[in-house]
Each structure stands twice: as C-alpha cells, then as structure tokens.
C-alpha cells in the first residue's frame, strides 16, 4: 500500500512536469520568435518525465535510467527556464521540474544499483 502511493506520488509529479512543459514547448511554437533553447530543454524534459510515468505505470520492477534521464532533463530545463524570470508560466514549468528532479533522484538512486 505505501509502496503503491509512493508510485502514483511520483507518477502524479511526473505527468505534471510532462503536460507544464509540452504547454511550455507549444506555447514556444507558437510564438513568432520561438526560443528553440527552451523549447528543446522542455521537449527533452516532457519526454524523459513521460518515459518515467509510462515505466511506472506498466509496474515494470527494472526502471534502468529512465529515472537518472529524467533527473538531468528536468535540472536542464529549470536552468533554461531560470532565464526567463519575469514569465510566470516559464517559471512554473522550472518549479514544477525542480520538484520533478527532487522527486525521482529517489528512484534514480535505485536504478542505478
């Protein structure tokens, strides 16, 4: 039961950073001058966090790096993010990945055992 709620606690963060981050990219896409460095660190991101979410939910045991992959995509991506404090949605997508990256160090460090 704890072990249950631990993985839809990270799935539920996960799929956060994922959907902030694909609004991020689209948004970007959208806009007449994109900024193609922040919308590869948020389509890097929104792909490794979906990978993790899609591992969890198939209750696969080996996780391999999907969650180490995830660490550095969702750290690249607040760094990226960082540059654009005065953009609330911007610096909601570096907070909900900052959050994200804490989160599955948690599995990262298993995997990598």
């Known amino acids: 039961m ?26 970007e896409n959208n806009n007449p001058l994109p900024r193609f460095e922040l919308i590869q660190a948020c ?12 591992r969890l939910v198939s209750n ?8 180490f992959n995830c660490l ?3 750290r690249q991506c607040c760094e990226e993010c960082d540059n654009y404090p005065e953009e609330r949605e911007i610096q909601a997508c570096a907070e909900i990945c900052y959050v994200c990256a804490d989160a599955v160090k948690e599995l990262a460090v298993f995997s990598l055992n």
Not at 60 to 67: E, F, H, K, S, Y
């Open 43 to 54: 389509s890097e991101c929104a792909k490794a966090c979906f990978a993790v979410v899609s």
């Open 60 to 67: 696969a045991d080996d996780m391999g790096d999907l969650p």
């Open 72 to 74: 550095l995509h969702c």
């Open 2 to 27: 704890i072990q249950q709620q631990r993985t839809d606690n990270y799935i539920k963060i996960c799929m956060k950073a994922w959907l902030i981050c694909e609004s991020c990219v689209h948004s």
